[in-house]
């Protein structure tokens, strides 16, 4: 299977930004749909943004549109989450995937994410 490696969380203050990668290795990932997920203590995972094969089509949650990323560089096999404006809630695990159908998860194993945590 596919690695994928997060990395780029950390700490910031509530309107601080971060830019998290998603880096493949051992396959190349230009071949899928890839989007980032999180989940916080207590919640279920849930979908935040996806991106198309190409980079031609985006797809964002409510509650992070306008304010977060997604893009991707296939010829680096990585993918980015750009995150501005960032706020309290958007503290959690961030983990990213190959997605069917904007934003179905594909592999069925997970990485360990990276921790992005907001402070107020």
């Known amino acids: 299977q596919v690695q994928l490696v997060e990395s780029g969380g950390g700490l910031v203050q509530a309107g601080g930004s971060l830019r998290l990668s998603c880096a493949a290795s051992g396959r190349t990932v230009s071949s899928y749909a890839m989007a980032w997920f999180r989940q916080a203590p207590g919640k279920e995972r849930e979908f935040v943004a996806s991106?198309?094969?190409?980079?031609?089509?985006?797809y964002y949650a409510g509650s992070v549109k306008g304010r977060f990323t997604i893009s991707r560089d296939n010829a680096k096999n990585t993918v980015y989450l750009q995150m501005n404006s960032l706020k309290p809630e958007d503290t959690a695990v961030y983990y990213c995937?190959?997605?069917?159908?904007?934003?179905?998860?594909?592999?069925?194993?997970w990485g360990r994410g990276t921790q992005v945590t907001v402070s107020s």
């Open positions: 991106i198309s094969r190409s980079g031609g089509s985006t």
């Open positions: 995937n190959a997605v069917v159908a904007t934003s179905e998860p594909l592999f069925g194993s």
